[in-house]
């Protein structure tokens, strides 16, 4: 539902159209509208496009929003919705109210999702030994938080207690705004720490490349 939310905020914008009278109109369209302007003339493969749209220090969409990621205030009281038109109603006045491009399925449904993801974590980890868990591109920290929050009350308090949760993040921003997040509970903060870095580059996991 997040996705559907953010193709009707931004494709309608980069897919508008206008009446074109003459081909030479055709040679100097909206410049924003050319991904040259991003990774120049030399062709590259899609993942490095993808990533360069999204990370680039310069342009890139994490790197250019301080609020890439919406947060909402408090959770959806979804007994109060009457069915999915409402629900739908209800998503439109947030984007309105926000100006955010789109929130995260994990913020949405928080804390219920995070709480769900937990719970799958103590019936499948072995918990006789520390808990480490890994979270790759943790957005606003809410996943995060709900997690801890979850286990912190659920779980045996060794398990708490002992537990840490790292998250990766190749945004300098977003692992700020982790921080702040998950430090709304000062217990957690021990046991949370956020390596700005790129996930995908082998030898941030001790693996050489």
């Not at 007994?79 to 100006?99: H, P, S, T, V």
């Not at 491009?101 to 520390?130: C, D, Q």
Request: glycine share 6%.
């Amino acid at each position: 539902m997040a996705s559907r939310s953010l193709s009707s905020k931004n494709l309608s914008h980069l897919f508008r159209t206008s009446k074109v009278s003459s081909f030479a109109s055709l040679s100097h369209p909206p410049p924003a509208f050319f991904s040259t302007h991003i990774v120049g003339d030399t062709p590259i493969l899609v993942r490095d496009f993808i990533r360069s749209a999204l990370y680039d220090p310069k342009h890139g969409y994490f790197s250019q929003r301080s609020g890439s990621v919406g947060v909402l205030e408090k959770s959806i009281k979804f007994n109060q919705l009457e069915g999915r038109k409402a629900y739908m109603q209800y998503l439109d006045n947030i984007y309105k109210k926000n100006d955010i491009s789109w929130f995260t399925p994990v913020e949405l449904f928080k804390p219920w999702y995070a709480h769900g993801i937990a719970e799958s974590i103590m019936r499948t980890a072995n918990l006789s030994i520390p808990l480490k868990i890994y979270e790759i591109g943790g957005g606003s920290g809410t996943c995060a938080k709900g997690i801890m929050d979850y286990i912190m009350l659920n779980a045996p308090t060794r398990v708490y207690n002992n537990m840490t949760y790292i998250s990766v993040e190749i945004s300098s921003s977003l692992a700020k705004k982790q921080i702040e997040t998950v430090g709304e509970v000062q217990s957690h903060l021990s046991k949370f720490r956020v390596e700005c870095r790129d996930a995908a580059d082998q030898s941030g996991w001790g693996i050489d490349s």
